[in-house]
């Protein structure tokens, strides 16, 4: 297998291609500029695949004759690799979340310029209508808090938030099936969850509620996520008896390796503890006390 480039070089390289597109300008020159760094292997964990990679034009053109009403790249700002709040996923996923609540997360995350907001499937088109442009994504839960519906119901839910605009899906898997042995299961679950975003161009964040698992079944849960083409793998819903801890997340990175997010949530409420998580290997940090994390304070918040 063709070695990844660094991140800030395919990043670029794909913001390229899709300026081109957008501007109908798309050459050769740029696809073969984008391919020969090695973005077709890349996966969606970089931004390719259906909705955020390098697709010719005239597959662009289908997409849009069937009835796509936006093509948009899900990834990050390149420029902003290293900065904190680019790490933030700012969440609101309590049950009573207003509507006013739900807006003013969407105006915090872009002031404070987080990757993205965190929200109940509900709110899944407001949130992409009102970040639209603003380089924050939408992210959806899906399967949320249990994970202990059928796997069908993921990915209808999926196909889903996607369709209303999410481009990134955090899913529950089920929990039982893992403790019960069933891998099997458990994999497919994924699986269905990972098919129906990545058909949209959407990612998939697999969360594990690592507080209920002993270390040898969040290994399992990592490879069988990993296997089942899942782009980050994820600690916690934040609704359980524990959150995300500097072993866990060293453990999830020790497993996945270097080409899989992995995403430390639950109890994250200072910066000091977002920096710890992030040495130990996380690449996305789920807080309600975004804002307190990037000003340096501690919040009170239970997420």
Not at 100 to 121: K, M, P, Q, Y
Request: proline share 3%.
């Amino acid at each position: 297998m063709k070695a990844l480039p660094d991140a800030l070089t395919l990043e670029n390289l794909l913001a390229e291609v899709g300026e081109a597109i957008l501007a109908g300008r798309l050459d050769a020159a740029a696809l073969r500029r984008a391919e020969a760094a090695g973005a077709h292997d890349a996966g969606p964990y970089w931004g390719s695949g259906a909705g955020g990679g390098v697709l010719a034009a005239a597959h662009m053109q289908g997409l849009v004759s069937a009835g796509a009403c936006r093509l948009g790249v899900c990834c990050p700002d390149p420029l902003r690799v290293g900065d904190l709040a680019s790490y933030l996923d700012h969440t609101l996923l309590k049950p009573e979340a207003t509507v006013a609540e739900i807006d003013t997360l969407c105006a915090e995350a872009i002031e404070h310029r987080f990757a993205s907001v965190c929200v109940n499937g509900q709110w899944a088109a407001r949130c992409a209508e009102i970040l639209s442009g603003s380089g924050v994504l939408c992210c959806a839960v899906v399967g949320f808090p249990l994970g202990a519906m059928p796997s069908e119901a993921k990915a209808y839910e999926t196909s889903r938030v996607v369709e209303d605009g999410a481009c990134e899906v955090d899913m529950v898997i089920p929990i039982g099936s893992l403790k019960s042995g069933d891998d099997a299961y458990v994999q497919r679950d994924i699986a269905g969850v990972v098919a129906a975003a990545h058909r949209g161009g959407a990612r998939v964040k697999v969360i594990f509620e690592t507080a209920l698992l002993e270390p040898s079944e969040i290994r399992r849960a990592c490879e069988l996520a990993v296997r089942a083409g899942a782009d980050f793998v994820k600690t916690s819903t934040g609704f359980s008896k524990g959150g995300a801890t500097i072993e866990d997340v060293r453990l999830m990175r020790s497993v996945v390796g270097p080409s899989v997010g992995v995403k430390a949530a639950g109890g994250v409420r200072d910066r000091d503890s977002a920096e710890a998580m992030i040495e130990a290997g996380a690449t996305r940090i789920g807080a309600s006390a975004g804002i307190a994390i990037v000003r340096g304070e501690t919040s009170g918040s239970s997420y």
